[in-house]
């Protein structure tokens, strides 16, 4: 099936003409190295880049001398011999590298102050033509990657190449991490663009995997580029064998680009993240506005055998701004979805979440007190029947984090946990807003994993409330729902939320100075069917599904 599904996207490359392309790379630390896209000079700059061109060094924040980072005045000598990093706004580009230049700076990189909006080619307003050190605009979070390991305390070096034949991207697993019971074999490969108007032949590239014992595999690639074409190639499969860290190492036909990328056999987790932490990723408010205020993020559980999922976790960074103290306002319902309810091989998801067959669903509702960073383990209910979820083998599965913030009217979008970005040619990491968006976020890769029954990890999984709690009767229900509470302490206050199996919430209801009480949950305005109970108590929040039949 995923192969199917592999062959269904590289149908909609499309064969279209490029011009040169600047990429800017972070070098060191080692770990954090990557390759980000870049914005080149325009009308005004008298600095041009040349094909084949390689500049390198080191990069710090350029400041003036109030301290301010948007250098609409001289800059202090502290980016003497190294590249400036500088926000956007307050004055022209060519003033803000002007001010660069003046204080020794050996190149000039302005950052986006707006997110999700990528990169722009700049134009000068003043100083026309007085530049003579590289520049270029840098998206908003590639910036804030840079910002964090400053923060770290870690000296950064970067590079800016530019090219007219380049890999525009390399792919690797299907997602990074997949537990030891559910291997599928990796199929590396490249995404290489020719822009210029010349034709390679026999190219050569190479790919070399490397396990957590040190082993090596090598494969090899030889084709011809057409002029102006993009080109995918894949590598022959490769079936890990051992649990941990494996890397991919790719070489291109010119021998001097190197990337490479990873994966991890787990014990029991799904992820398509990469571990590598950048803080959070949410739309723009004018973004979320025009999404009517609902964010929807997922990624992909490929299976190769019965999965039987316990949780699954993710986190917020700004759960302190998104908190609205209504019950029903702070939900995060999240859903696993079918990928492919009918099973023949082709994904039903096109357009919309809508289009695709929930088959498991949790709630969490925020509390405002989630720390950047840390990850929430929220337990999953069957929505299918049954008290346990089971997950169909060879299929595709879609683990869905869904906020509606029409009801909280905050504005505000949570920032969930992201890494890194991680390349995949297979749409893994879908993500709904104004539209469905296939290729998730340029800039990063939302954490959302699956764990497997089994999974157990006392630091990390806690908040929850255990089961003996509360216990729901009758169940199924008709006009009433009963719960029956068994509290450690009183709650002086708990939250109920009522949630239908797309993320809606139904009715919420708040009780007070709860220990060991039996309390009564109207439930005669809603159809037959299945829902979910989201409960937030003091000791810890859990969610419970029951049914409705008449």
């Known amino acids: ?104 700076a050996v190149g000039a990189l302005i950052c986006n102050n707006v997110p999700n909006q990528g990169v722009i080619g700049m134009s000068a307003g003043s100083f026309e033509n007085q530049d003579r050190i590289p520049s270029g605009f840098l998206s908003f979070e ?17 590079s ?15 997602t990074y991490f997949t537990p030891e019971s559910h291997i599928l074999p990796v199929s590396g490969g490249y995404n290489i663009i020719n822009a210029s108007n010349r034709q390679f032949n026999n190219v050569r590239v190479t790919l070399d995997v490397e396990s957590p014992s040190g082993q090596v595999q090598s494969f090899e690639r ?65 973004l979320f506005i025009a999404s009517q205020l609902k964010y929807q993020t997922a990624s992909a559980v490929f299976t190769s055998g019965e999965v039987v999922p316990s949780f699954v976790s993710f986190g917020i960074e700004n759960a302190a701004a998104v908190f609205s103290g209504e019950a029903d306002g702070d939900l995060i319902s999240v859903i696993i979805y079918n990928g492919d309810a009918n099973n023949d091989g082709v994904l039903d998801l096109r357009t919309s979440f809508e289009e695709l067959t929930p088959v498991a669903f949790g709630a969490y509702t925020i509390n405002g007190r989630e720390k950047p960073g840390e990850l929430i383990f929220v337990e999953l209910e069957s929505i299918t029947g ?58 990063g890769t939302v954490i959302t994993r699956l764990h497997l029954d089994g999974f157990v990890n006392t630091k990390e999984v806690k908040n929850l409330l255990a089961p003996t709690k509360i216990t729901l009767s009758p169940n199924p229900a008709t006009d009433f729902l009963n719960l029956q509470f068994n509290m450690k302490n009183v709650a002086k206050e708990v939250k109920i939320g009522v949630v239908d199996m797309q993320g809606n919430v139904l009715k919420t209801a708040i009780f007070k100075n709860i220990t060991n009480d039996n309390v009564e949950l109207a439930v005669q305005d809603l159809p037959d069917g299945t829902y979910i109970l989201s409960i937030v108590t003091p000791e810890g929040y859990r969610s419970e599904k029951f049914v409705i039949i008449r």
């Open 1 to 104: 099936m995923q192969r199917i599904y592999i062959l269904f996207l590289l149908l909609t490359y499309l064969q279209v003409s490029f011009s040169q392309r600047a990429f800017f790379f972070i070098t060191s630390p080692e770990e954090n190295a990557d390759r980000f896209e870049m914005g080149l000079p325009g009308d005004g700059f008298a600095f041009r880049y040349q094909t084949g061109n390689n500049f390198s060094g080191e990069i710090a924040w350029a400041r003036t001398e109030e301290g301010d980072s948007l250098l609409c005045s001289r800059a202090t000598s502290a980016i003497n011999g190294k590249f400036a990093l500088i926000r956007r706004g307050s004055c022209f580009f060519s003033d803000k590298i002007q001010n660069a230049q003046l204080a020794g």
């Open 142 to 158: 590639t910036c804030a990657i840079i910002d964090q390991l400053f923060k770290q305390g870690k000296k950064v070096e970067i």
């Open 160 to 174: 800016i190449r530019v090219v007219d034949v380049f890999v525009d991207a390399v792919y690797g697993a299907s």
């Open 222 to 286: 030889i084709f011809n580029l057409r002029p102006n074409v993009d080109t995918t190639i894949r590598f022959p499969n490769y079936t890990p064998t051992e649990i941990g860290k494996y890397k991919m190492i790719y070489t291109d036909f010119s021998n001097d680009f190197k990337e490479e990328t990873s994966f991890v056999i787990s014990d029991k987790t799904f992820g398509t993240d990469n571990d590598l932490y950048i803080g959070g990723l949410a739309p723009s408010e004018d």
């Open 386 to 443: 049954g008290n346990v979820v089971k997950l169909d083998a060879n299929s595709l599965y879609y683990v869905s984090l869904l906020y509606d913030g029409t009801i909280a009217g905050t504005g505000i979008a949570p920032a969930f946990t992201a890494t890194s970005k991680v390349d995949y040619l297979f749409p893994t990491t879908p993500l709904q807003l104004d539209q469905l968006y296939g290729g998730g976020w340029g800039a």
